[in-house]
């Protein structure tokens, strides 16, 4: 079976980015999965995630208000990951299989609250703005191997990153990548995601749980 990547995008919907990331992925054909913040999505910024949908992508939880949710209570971390989860199946009509924990930030209330395998990625620093495209690329293609996810971001103005993928994209595909979303990733690698485990998914076939911070 050939090389499998998923490219993934957090913070958004942006009015703004996300709809040049989805001219991008249009440009290559290929799909990715969107980690979407709900407190981002309103009327007009649900329509950029349905052409998304159209296109072939995956839409997964990166919680409601952003947030450092490791002092967060079970309550309150179930409050972040629900409302999120309705308001993605609202406009998907599935709820969502992936969470990524925002800042990375994770605690063993977290691990017991969450009935979602956490995600994590290999990434360019691009929420950085002194980190120009080239250099966010090149970290990007330096760490890159079967199974990886990708991890950048859509925030409104984060035009680096667009031009990051002109070089991270073509690169991949010459070396024989096929671009999947998470779920298919791990599908096609035979990997059943773990929950509950501490497992803060890079690549599928991490096995260590990351230390909580509390
Ligand atoms: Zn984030």
């Not at 990153?161 to 779920?183: M, R």
């Amino acid at each position: 079976m050939g090389k499998k990547i998923a490219l993934t995008f957090d913070d958004g919907p942006s009015t703004v980015t996300t709809p040049k990331v989805l001219e991008k992925l249009k440009k290559y054909d290929i799909v990715a999965s969107f980690f979407l913040i709900a407190d981002n999505i309103n009327d007009e910024s649900e329509k950029i995630v349905k052409e998304c949908i159209a296109h072939g992508c995956e839409i997964c939880n990166h919680a409601k208000t952003h947030s450092h949710m490791q002092t967060f209570t079970a309550d309150e971390v179930r409050e972040e990951i629900e409302y999120t989860d309705r308001a993605i199946e609202k406009i998907t009509g599935y709820k969502p299989r992936f969470f990524r924990p925002p800042y990375i930030d994770v605690s063993q209330t977290m691990y017991d609250t969450i009935n979602l395998p956490f995600i994590c990625g290999i990434h360019g620093e691009d929420w950085e703005d002194s980190i120009l495209a080239k250099e966010r690329a090149e970290m990007i293609l330096s760490q890159a191997c079967d199974g990886s996810i990708i991890l950048m971001h859509d925030f409104t103005d984060n035009d680096e990153t667009v031009k990051a993928l002109d070089i991270v994209i073509p690169e991949l595909l010459a070396q024989g990548y096929e671009f999947v979303n998470i779920s298919d990733l791990f599908k096609d690698g035979g990997v059943e995601p773990t929950v509950h485990s501490g497992i803060v998914y890079s690549n599928i076939h991490d096995t260590e749980p990351r230390e909580p911070l509390c």
